[in-house]
T-cell receptor, first 113, second 112 residues
Framework: KAGVTQTPRYLIKTRGQQVTLSCSPI?????VSWYQQTPGQGLQFLFE???????NKGNFPGRFSGRQFSNSRSEMNVSTLELGDSALYLC????????????FGPGTRLTVL | AQSVSQHNHHVILSEAASLELGCNYS??????LFWYVQYPGQHLQLLLK??????LVKGIKGFEAEFIKSKFSFNLRKPSVQWSDTAEYFC??????????FGKGNQVVVIP
């Protein structure tokens, strides 16, 4: 089975721009979770989707949004980028969602200048 | 909301030494507990998990963890580390909702 894929792998943006990141889960997995990973804060939960519905959301401002499509692929969007948004964004898929085992993708490295 | 604390963020030790990484969580209800590992250049992957039953759980590559409910702890151990155990280790907790809360991680470096 192919693993979780994320595109693009690297992004460089400037402050004020917006960005869209994509995640394709393992085939058959209906849950996709997103995390922000930074050296100081570790992994912080952004949101989780299951069958196109957001079931849980972390403590991030409204500039962070996401969605899931009928094929379980998910996108997250960050608008009005700030320097502090520079991070590795990870997505994880699972059959039914946490606590089911999460399978992580390689991440998208976002740099905001 | 659940939260996770990991101590001793950076750990350096020699091959064959024993490793123990502490993990404490704050959540009053039933929890599911995990340790994930991120080897250099690789994806984050599950090392072991505890849902219920025997509080001593065994995972891949000789790792084990013990759940002590009274101490809200889920410490990870390996009796004898190898150079290939160099990685970042994350403890995570799920409190029955659709999210995982991660600790900030332990960077472990094993010197040959």
């Amino acid at each position: 089975k192919a693993g979780v894929t994320q595109t693009p792998r690297y992004l460089i943006k400037t402050r004020g721009q917006q960005v869209t990141l994509s995640c394709s889960p393992i085939s058959g997995h209906r849950s996709v979770s997103w995390y922000q990973q930074t050296p100081g804060q570790g992994l912080q939960f952004l949101f989780e989707y299951f069958s196109e519905t957001q079931r849980n959301k972390g403590n991030f401002p409204g500039r962070f949004s996401g969605r899931q499509f009928s094929n379980s692929r998910s996108e997250m969007n960050v608008s009005t980028l700030e320097l502090g948004d520079s991070a590795l964004y990870l997505c994880a898929s699972s059959l039914t969602g946490p606590p089911d085992t999460q399978y992580f993708g390689p991440g998208t490295r976002l740099t905001v200048l | 909301a659940q939260s996770v604390s990991q101590h001793n963020h950076h750990v350096i030790l020699s091959e064959a030494a024993s490793l123990e990484l502490g993990c404490n969580y704050s959540y009053g209800g039933t929890v599911n507990l995990f340790w994930y590992v991120q080897y250099p250049g690789q994806h984050l992957q599950l090392l072991l998990k505890y849902f219920s039953g025997d509080p001593l759980v065994k995972g891949i590559k000789g790792f084990e963890a013990e759940f002590i409910k009274s101490k809200f702890s889920f410490n990870l151990r390996k009796p004898s580390v190898q150079w290939s155990d160099t990685a970042e280790y994350f403890c995570a907790v799920n409190g029955g909702n659709n999210r995982l809360a991660f600790g900030k991680g332990n960077q472990v470096v094993v010197i040959p």
